[in-house]
């Protein structure tokens, strides 16, 4: 059985960090890409980065990029987001989410187009 947990999240200050995990169960990470949606409340979920299957490729939306690094440990199963300068738009529930296809630089534009999604982690900016 596929699982997939995020952790990580919490309240922090404006211009402050945060680092979410996710940590894939039942199945293989080198085989699938991973990407990291967002919802805030009253607005549709959104895709935020996504990951090859090796690692070798991430892509990220216009509104985080230079913000944001999403890296993965294979060995251990972990994909991380790390969050930077975070503002108070970035207050959301964050999801991780897995598919065994490719996408290319769109990988994190469609929710359909994943399989298997954690809990989620919110994340919280405010002063």
């Known amino acids: 059985q596929v699982q997939l947990v995020e952790s990580g999240g919490g309240l922090v200050q404006p211009g402050g960090s945060l680092r979410l995990s996710c940590v894939a169960s039942?199945?293989?990470?080198?085989?699938?890409?991973i990407a990291w949606f967002r919802q805030a409340p009253g607005k549709e979920r959104e895709g935020v980065s996504c990951?090859?299957?090796?690692?070798?490729?991430?892509y990220y939306a216009d509104s985080v990029k230079g913000r944001v690094t999403n890296s993965r440990d294979n060995a251990k199963n972990t994909v991380y987001l790390q969050l930077n300068s975070l503002r108070p738009e970035d207050t959301a529930i964050y999801y991780c989410?897995?598919?065994?296809?490719?996408?290319?630089?769109?990988?994190?534009?469609?929710?359909?187009?994943?399989?298997?999604w954690g809990q989620g982690t919110q994340v919280t900016v405010s002063s």
């Open positions: 989410a897995a598919t065994t296809r490719w996408y290319g630089s769109s990988c994190y534009s469609t929710v359909a187009a994943y399989d298997y």
């Open positions: 039942g199945l293989t990470l080198d085989r699938y890409t």
């Open positions: 990951t090859s299957p090796r690692g070798r490729s991430a």
